[in-house]
């Protein structure tokens, strides 16, 4: 799993965050697959009606010295987003996430306000609430703080996908 | 400067993109800034009234088997966008982007649509046009194609900084 071992979020068991139960077809995300050896690993625990995740930027995730690249923040709200959305999915089917059949989501839409110069020094902690659950179409709303103040805002559309019938190129 | 050999744009000469023009202080960004050694080395050169970008994407840079990571997309409009905006500022100076002061922007919001799933194994050609420039506000219009079809449309809300007094965090 490359160097996690500087997230805090990986500091808690397999299993109990909502990408750790994706299907291996998709699970190689590079945001948040634990099958990408390369990737960010991100990973989303539900508390209470919200789901949360940390993460540590690396030192080369800079955007102007000391502040954290605006690219980095719009990957972790994605992969929180469509983690969100799939755990909202086992919710409205009364099951846990470690039960099958996994659902995976993807991002149809993805905006992100820059509230504020995100510190590069500090842990980021993504929260985020479902706005909208309407069929395969999952509305996720997010704010992402460090050392307590909002840095940045993001809305997400994601999709469930059938991996059945996956979507492809073309 | 990493393994940039693999890029399109990178093949072009030093000095003919926007980014390679940014000063020391601006060019660490992970997303576009040639200091960063392991950064993803956007370059935008301009044609015309657009700005153009080549991009190709990593085997990790996966989101689904086959199809690239939604969070590098939005990346790759990201310095696109704030390159477009600073070539932008300064033709509103008659200059080009060689001359001094330099010109930077960063990002106020971020919004991409995705249109399609985007092939991995593919060319990704990003276009970009001004939409408004007012003050140090400018918008900034994307669309990124694989293989001669639009996969994803970003709108992006640029501000020009002061490298005087740049933004920190807190």
Request: aromatic share 8%; net charge negative.
């Amino acid at each position: 799993m490359g160097d996690t071992h500087d997230h805090d979020t990986t500091q808690r068991p397999f299993g109990e965050a909502v990408q750790d139960h994706y299907s291996e077809f998709a699970g190689h995300c590079y945001g948040c697959g634990r099958l990408n050896e390369d990737g960010l690993h991100v990973r989303s625990f539900p508390e209470g009606d919200e789901m949360v995740a940390h993460f540590r930027p690396r030192p080369y995730h800079t955007a102007l010295p000391g502040l954290v690249y605006g690219g980095l923040i719009a990957s972790l709200i994605d992969c929180q987003s469509t983690g969100t959305a799939a755990w909202a999915i086992y919710r409205s089917e009364g099951r846990h996430f470690d039960s099958d059949p996994p659902v995976r989501c993807v991002t149809a839409s993805l905006h992100v306000d820059y509230v504020r110069p995100t510190p590069i020094d500090a842990d980021l902690e993504l929260r985020s609430t479902v706005v909208e659950l309407k069929g395969k179409k999952v509305v996720v709303s997010t704010s992402l703080r460090a050392h307590g103040k909002e840095c940045a805002r993001g809305q997400v559309v994601a999709i469930r996908i059938l991996e059945e019938s996956p979507p492809v190129a073309g």
